[in-house]
């Protein structure tokens, strides 16, 4: 059975600091991404990974994906309120009917504070 | 409409009552997902619809929960005699392709009492 995990599951952070969350998860997987969820929203796109050694990078916000160790981090530089969300990493599989089932990890609770 | 819509959008139920929860997919997008998320937790898949067909249902929790997209565009999940405990965020998504990125929709919020 597939598991991800992320810690921490709550993370309180200065602006201006920088901070990482990780994600682990137990078998091999096709892609890994991540996920923005502000109070009460849905799910927002932020990075999807695709293979070893993959990294993206969209503003404060930089992914990496390391296959071997079955291990992605989100690395937040200089933090701001704006970044204030939960975020969550996913790991796909492929399933019956070229479908994609995603696993999700429990989420980071992200607090900004000022 | 440019993404994934859910009607309704908060849904307050008494226990033992059936109630359907709608999505309708991004045009075109022939892979549709349900996922359900508890308070504080991050989504679980249910179901799995290419086109019409259910092509993977392992999620469901038991036999009270049933989902159809008859013309393989909206879908509906159905859930009979609810009970306190299927109170969450019940969310739906789509791809182009099964294989494909998944967009989400805003969620329906189910509360049963």
């Known amino acids: 059975e597939l598991k991800v995990e992320q810690n921490p599951l709550f993370l309180s952070m200065q602006e201006g600091k920088n901070y990482t969350i990780y994600c682990n998860y137990s078998t091999t997987s096709d892609r890994l991404y991540w996920y923005r969820q502000d109070p009460g929203k849905s799910l927002e796109s932020l990075f999807v990974?695709?293979?070893?050694?993959a990294v993206k990078q969209e503003g404060r916000l930089m992914a990496s994906l390391d296959t071997k160790a079955r291990l992605s981090t989100l690395h937040i530089t200089a933090a701001v309120h704006d970044l204030s969300a939960t975020y969550f990493c996913?790991?796909?599989?492929?399933?019956?009917?070229?479908?994609?089932?995603?696993?999700f990890g429990g989420g980071t609770r992200v607090l900004v504070k000022p | 409409g440019a993404g994934v819509s859910q009607t309704p959008s908060n849904k307050v139920t008494e226990k033992g009552k059936y109630v359907e929860l709608r999505c309708d997919p991004i045009s075109g997008h022939t892979a549709l997902y349900w996922y359900r998320q508890s308070l504080g937790q991050g989504p679980e898949f249910l179901i799995y619809?290419?086109?019409?067909?259910?092509?993977?249902d392992s999620g469901l929790p038991n036999d009270r929960f049933f989902a159809v997209r008859p013309e393989g565009s909206v879908s509906t999940l159905k859930i009979q005699r609810t009970e306190r405990g299927d109170s969450a965020v019940y969310l739906c998504?789509?791809?182009?392709?099964?294989?494909?990125?998944?967009?989400f929709g805003p969620g329906t919020r189910l509360t049963v009492l």
């Open positions: 619809f290419q086109g019409t067909g259910a092509a993977d």
């Open positions: 996913a790991v796909d599989r492929a399933i019956k009917a070229a479908g994609n089932k995603l696993t």
């Open positions: 990974l695709l293979s070893n050694g």
């Open positions: 998504a789509s791809s182009s392709y099964g294989l494909n990125e998944q967009f």
